[in-house]
């Protein structure tokens, strides 16, 4: 090959990566500057993205250009400190970086041969994982897109391995005329974990629900009579209120009788590896399978979801797939992992996310957002307000009054736009959720944000 093959192709790409790091580097800088949430006009604006599918091309330049013109208007800025709606991430600053190198490798991690360097990232992150969050360390797992699709996975090859022991090959002869399968969710599980079961063919409306008590945790002591077909959904980490069922009594009742217990921890099993919050968080390593994110929590950026599946072969049974040319090497390859193939390379986010924080980093980012919480919950009960729940982690739900009114000021708050804060309903209660989540929440946001709320519920007039 001459030395100088392919200069211009690549050259193509100087203009355009230059621009895009200029704009992002501004966007980055600007955030605590602008508004939380985007203006109205922003989003009109993304009325002018609607053109007939492009006739011709357009100039590289251009292209970035009217990208950050109208796109960076109208995003929603997490990667700021006073975003705090949904239980969404920022992300940390090195993930942000390896994430923009690794656009530049464009990986397909389906398999070891398409991208060493991801699916080693991909071994090492699991590993570690495993270890942070106090799992069997011969957990088998994938990176998939979400925390739903962590569940799903993990549904599916529970649904496997359960109906296996019982004789039944799922994979190939499907759910028609198998054997029962009882699944048992509690009262407040999140709606991804029915979505999850409706997928796997369990249907949403057949399982069994558990009373759960005020904070969301389901009851231990009102367990139906469980088997070895039964799959418990447990959940750590409320999505409103942040609480983390009994894992300890509901995984001995399960292990007793031979069932499969599946962790929804998108958020909170995180809280496992603070020795403060640890107490909270006991006994889900007892389970069989776990969903989380690194895109809430850990502030890897999206999306990062991560499934963890304590018996290996079960994951690589119901997710393997078979051809000539995918035969199983003697070492791990994603594919045979998740419900996906082709995918990009999200180790690499994880990895420079983890290697960032370090143990005490992410110990610390764990222990300040649930102390920024916990501030939230001071100042607002101080200034009148009623806040819903017991603040055990990172979540507060409070109330500025009747339901009305407290949409009205969570509305008023969004468009003042110091922060951002989102609406839920808590057992009957309209509330404004605060989750802080995020790495780059300082105190100083926390006490503006603060101000900002105290303000605009008191101003906000009642009728
Ligand atoms: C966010 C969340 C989910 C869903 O996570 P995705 O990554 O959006 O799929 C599931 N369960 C809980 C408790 C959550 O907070």
């Known amino acids: 090959m001459a030395p100088s093959a392919g200069v211009e192709v690549q050259s193509k790409f100087d203009d355009v990566l230059n ?17 939380v949430g985007p203006s109205h006009a922003a989003v009109t604006a993304l009325a002018g993205l609607h053109e007939p599918f492009p006739a011709s091309p357009c100039d590289p330049s251009e292209i970035i250009a009217r990208l950050d013109e109208i796109g960076s208007a109208a995003t929603t800025t997490n990667t700021g400190g006073r975003y705090f709606g949904f239980v969404n991430g920022g992300i940390l600053p090195t993930a942000l970086a390896a994430h ?25 992150v699991l590993g570690w994982i495993c270890e942070a969050l106090g799992l069997p360390a011969d957990c088998a797992g994938g990176l998939v897109s979400c925390a739903t699709t962590a569940s799903f996975t993990s549904l599916v090859t529970a649904r496997q391995a359960l109906l296996e022991r019982a004789g039944w090959n799922v994979a190939e002869d499907g759910m028609f005329g198998a054997p029962p399968i009882e699944v048992v969710v509690g009262g407040e599980a999140h709606a991804s974990v029915l979505k999850a079961l409706s997928l796997a063919g369990f249907g949403s409306k057949r399982v069994t629900i558990v009373e759960a008590d ?35 009594e509901i995984c001995e009742a399960a292990k007793k009788q ?25 006994g889900f390593e007892q389970a069989d399978s776990w969903a989380t994110d690194a895109h809430k929590w850990p502030n890897a950026g999206y999306d990062s979801g991560v499934v963890l599946v304590k018996d290996g072969a079960a994951l690589r049974a119901s997710m393997g797939i078979r051809a000539a040319y995918l035969e199983p090497g003697s070492r791990r390859e994603p594919l045979h992992h998740t419900p996906g193939s082709s995918r990009r390379a999200r180790g690499v986010e994880l990895w420079a996310a983890f290697k960032s924080l370090g143990r005490s980093g992410l110990r610390a980012l764990i222990e300040r957002t649930c102390a920024h919480a916990q501030r939230f919950a001071h100042g607002l009960r101080e200034a009148g307000f009623e806040v819903l729940n017991d603040v055990v982690i990172n979540q507060v739900l409070v109330s500025f009054g009747v339901p009305e009114m407290t949409r009205k000021v969570i509305e008023r708050i969004q468009e003042d736009g110091t922060c951002w804060c989102g609406v839920t309903v808590w057992q009957g209660k309209t509330a404004m959720r605060i ?29």
């Open 100 to 124: 923009w190198l690794a656009g530049a490798w464009n990986q397909n991690v389906a398999l070891r041969a398409m991208s060493p360097i991801g699916a080693e990232l991909e071994d090492v």
């Open 19 to 35: 621009l895009a790091a200029e704009r992002s580097l501004h966007y980055i800088q600007n955030v605590h500057r602008r508004n």
């Open 214 to 248: 005020s904070q969301g945790r389901m009851r231990a002591d009102k367990l139906p009579k469980l088997s070895e077909r039964t799959i418990v959904c447990i959940q750590a980490g409320n999505v409103n209120t942040g609480a983390l069922d009994p894992a300890t």
């Open 435 to 463: 989750s802080v989540s995020s790495w780059a929440t300082t105190e100083a946001d926390v006490e503006r944000s603060l101000a900002a709320m105290t303000r605009i519920a008191r101003e906000c007039p009642a009728k």
């Open 258 to 282: 031979g069932a499969w217990v599946h962790v929804d921890g998108a958020f909170g099993l995180w809280a496992r590896v603070s020795p403060k919050y640890e107490h909270l968080a006991r």
